[in-house]
């Protein structure tokens, strides 16, 4: 079995930047006038899936650090994506 390594400061650095996005949650929130529905129960997902891919991105650094780097590209992934959908509804 392989030992988990500790977390290094710069990596929680990366992470804790990777997920900042969500702050804009609230002009996102209002940007998105528009749409309804389904759109909307996406945005409002949103920011539990932020906290969830942090969370998890910490915890898969020590024994799969790969895997954290996948979840953290696709956060920031996520991110533009909420933007868009805010934004044109799309």
């Keep these: 079995m ?7 400061v710069w990596v929680t650095v990366v ?8 702050l804009a949650f609230p002009a996102m929130l209002s940007a998105s006038k ?9 945005l409002w997902i949103y920011p ?11 915890q898969c650094y020590g024994r799969r650090t790969v895997m954290t780097w996948i979840i953290v590209f696709l956060m920031i992934l996520t991110h ?4 868009v959908l805010a934004t044109t509804g799309c």
Excluded: D, H, N, Q
């Design 34 to 42: 528009a749409i309804a529905g389904e759109e909307r129960y996406f």
């Design 80 to 83: 533009g994506a909420m933007w």
């Design 15 to 22: 992470i804790i930047l990777a997920a900042l996005p969500v």
């Design 2 to 8: 392989k030992e988990s390594r500790r977390v290094p």
């Design 48 to 58: 539990a899936y932020v906290l969830a891919a942090a969370l998890l991105a910490y």
